[in-house]
């Protein structure tokens, strides 16, 4: 074992890794699951961009420059955005710049309070610190954001009789839409919420598993897990919340009608 | 009946949907002056647009063109939401919240746009669950326990309790049997004694408190008879 903890994988033995997917290939073959292409698809995009990624981020970690450590991170709040677009399917129109706001907010905020205030990093732009822990945080916040939305307005379509009869008495759009926001954010949260409840015990999250990997000591793996844990689903949370309130506006008119489905034409 | 002045106006209400790929103008220029006292009998086939004349009254429907005055003021000039506790629209199948009988009944007092009213009491509510034939249900009774009947009339005793101007009411007997109608009738025709307007939707019943009659075809609004 080499002196820093590191195991090495070769390229033979990387190569060799596929042998699994080949296996579940040949299995998905012969049962006729259909999923052979989705298989070898995702196969090769695993390869692809963890691969592209490590020469990436060999790079920034060598010039260090701040520019391309915020290009790196606006890139991937952009691209988590339109990905929560596609995971909402009846979303009005116009969604992408306030769910990016509730993104970069978030994201930003909490990735540098973690490595400027909790690790203290020597540079703000430290890449090794903020581009793993932006990529944690963007990434719950992002899954956290969709399930938010994508129940937001089914929930309001599900109760659209409600929503108008509550109108009707002299609500405003955010009195009647009340119970769908409470209940999408509930939605967003659950898996942050379970996954606290379960780290450590069913399951060792994947940063610590890293570090661990890595030759770290596990306790101090598991402080490091903490902090990012806990920033991580405040992360989410306050995500989740200015995306749903910057959101459900959107499904009423200026005059506070509710938009059902035949209406939705006439208002965007 | 000597006419006062309207307390609700609509003036070249044009509405347009698209149904299986047309364009169907459901409202067609359709005017309409509702008075103090009013209880117009709204009548036309299935589909002829009556739900959609009255979402267009309470300003609940996005798209409609046209003029509507409140009181003698525009609609542009008049907070929407106040609107609506001035023309009060009870949808044909109204939801009813998750909670008791009491707290459905005293849920628009809770809203930003009546903080400055009182609520009525619980001897109000009482009163006006009996009036409605509900004497035997406890405000405390979960709207879950309701039957489809009682939670109608609840809804209804909502909005009257509410005291808007003009009642728009979408079928509000069509789950009723009659000795339950005829409650309910009397109830409307109250709130139209004490200055009330109404516009009521019926398909199965003709209302015989009714003082006009419309009729509404080919997005045109026709007066069938004045009784009043």
Known sequence: MPADGVIAIGWFELVLAAGFIVATGALSLALRLGLVKDLAIGSVRTYLQLLALGVVLRWVFEVRLWYAVVAILVFMTVVATRIILKRVPHAPKGLFGSSLLAMAVTGFTVTFAVTGIVIRVPAWYEPRYVIPIAGMVLGNSMTGIALSLERLFSDLDAHSEEVLGTLALGASPWEAARGAVRSSLRAGLIPTINSMAAAGIVFIPGMMSGQVLAGADPLEAAKYQVVVMLMVSAATAVGSIIAVTLAYRRRFSADGAYLEQGFRAHAS | ?228
Request: glycine content about 8%.
């Open chain 2, 1 to 228: 009946m000597e006419l006062g002045a309207p307390v609700l106006e609509a003036r070249d209400l044009v509405f347009e949907r698209e149904v299986d790929g047309r364009v169907v103008r459901v409202l067609d220029h359709v005017s309409l002056a509702i008075r103090p006292g009013d209880i117009i009998e709204l009548r036309g086939e299935s589909g002829a647009g009556k739900t959609t004349l009255l979402r267009a009254l309470a300003r609940l429907l996005p798209g409609v063109c046209g003029e509507l005055v409140l009181d003698g003021r525009p609609d542009r000039e008049v907070d929407p939401r106040l609107w609506r506790t001035r023309v009060t629209l009870l949808p044909q199948r109204a939801a009813l919240l998750p909670g008791s009988v009491e707290e459905n009944l005293g849920f628009p007092f809770t809203l930003a746009v009546r903080k400055h009213t009182d609520p009525p009491s619980a001897e109000k509510f009482r009163a006006g669950m009996d009036a409605l034939g509900l004497d035997d249900v406890a405000l405390s009774r979960d709207v879950t326990q309701l039957s489809v009947g009682q939670a109608a009339r609840v809804a209804l005793l909502r909005v009257l309790l509410a005291r808007p101007a003009v009642l728009l009411l979408d079928e509000p007997d069509a789950s009723l049997d009659d000795a339950s109608a005829a409650r309910l009738g009397e109830a409307t025709a109250r709130f139209a004694a004490e200055g009330g307007a109404l516009v009521r939707v019926s398909h199965l019943r003709a209302d015989a408190t009714a003082t006009r009659s419309l009729r509404l075809a080919a997005g045109q609004l026709m007066e069938v008879s004045n009784a009043g």
